[in-house]
């Protein structure tokens, strides 16, 4: 028999997800983020759910060639472009999308025949300072691409850097500094993030480019709502594998770091820092054990991690135990463990099952 620890996946949640991003920007196109394997949801499993979006975007070249080998025929974007002229094959070959964000990307596309047909998104960096030409280079760049033979479309692209913080002053000086560069030459256009596209109406323009709340967890920062439902499409649970009645003074778990107050039970969960749970998790942070709240306490140790079971003294070996997901937000242990939800969801390691159910036919 295996170990309990399980990550469901309910694909089911994924495609409402997908609806609340529609209902928020009814006008723009959708393109859905499944990089990093959809956000540790497992990617040709996300990307088969979602064929009601207009296209996907991915990381790489490799991620791409992912999808078409599965049979995925939806337009692809390689977000971070092409790292070689050699990839530039490959590209043609399965129709990727292309973003260019560095003058030696253009140069690598002045070489190809000029029979090559391409979509190009032409990426400005407007205030991330992470990929993307200058406002002051776009234009030029732009002009070159357009001269190209070998660029069939071309599309202007951004990104938030503060769009969890709606009311951040970057926000607004960012996309200004966006919309006025496309004014100059007029093409379909990406900026939205989840955050944005949920707060922002403003930037929704032609695509929206969902990543985070497609998996049910909120984009936004501490401190703020999310305005809209969404429901978690990972739930990582496990069981306890044994309840140990502690004496007052006893101490759990490495280093004896943490020492019972009184007599109490202590539950040992089969789940921990090997299975991609945060090993910096200190206690206190959220558990639920038969659906309710009970804490993490001690160190998480590679395979096990301990909860304190005071609330509930009935609990038994092979109770089930919710690490995040249904009834238990990704955001809330993230935010405990001082780390965000993408980290948790992309970090399960691959010894966790992965088990999907709600797929639509």
Sequence with gaps: MTRPVRAHIDLSALTFNLSQARRAAPDSRVMAVVKADGYGHGMLAV??????????????????????????EKPVLL?????????????????????????LQL?????????????????????????????????????RLEAMPQVETLQWMSHFACADEPEHTANDHQESTFRQLCMQREAPRSLANSAALLTRPSSHVEWVRPGIMLYGASPMAAGHACPVELRPVMTLGSELIAVHHCRKGDAVGYGQAWVCPEDMPVGVVAA????????????????LVNGEVAELIGRVSMDMLCVDLRTQPQARAGDPVVLWGEGLPVESVAG??????????????????????GVSD
């Excluded at 977000?79 to 003058?103: D, N, P, W, Y």
């Excluded at 000029?114 to 030409?133: C, H, I, P, Y």
């Excluded at 463990?337 to 099952?353: D, E, F, H, M």
């Design 47 to 72: 990307a088969t759910a979602l064929q009601d979006a207009d296209a996907f975007a991915v990381a790489s070249l490799d991620e791409g060639l992912q999808l078409r080998n599965a049979g995925i």
């Design 79 to 103: 977000l971070e472009g092409v790292f070689s002229a050699t990839e530039l094959t490959a590209v043609m070959q399965h129709h990727f999308e292309l973003v260019v964000h560095q003058a």
């Design 107 to 143: 140069e690598w596309l002045e070489t190809l025949d000029v029979s090559a047909r391409l979509s190009v998104w032409l990426k400005v960096d407007t205030g991330m300072n992470r990929l993307g030409f200058a406002p002051g280079d776009a234009l030029a760049a732009w002009d």
């Design 272 to 287: 921990g820092y090997g299975d991609g749970y945060p090993r910096h998790a200190p206690s206190g942070t959220p558990v």
């Design 336 to 357: 405990a463990a001082g780390t965000i939800s993408y980290a948790l969801l992309c970090g399960v390691t691959p010894r966790v099952p992965r088990r999907t159910d």
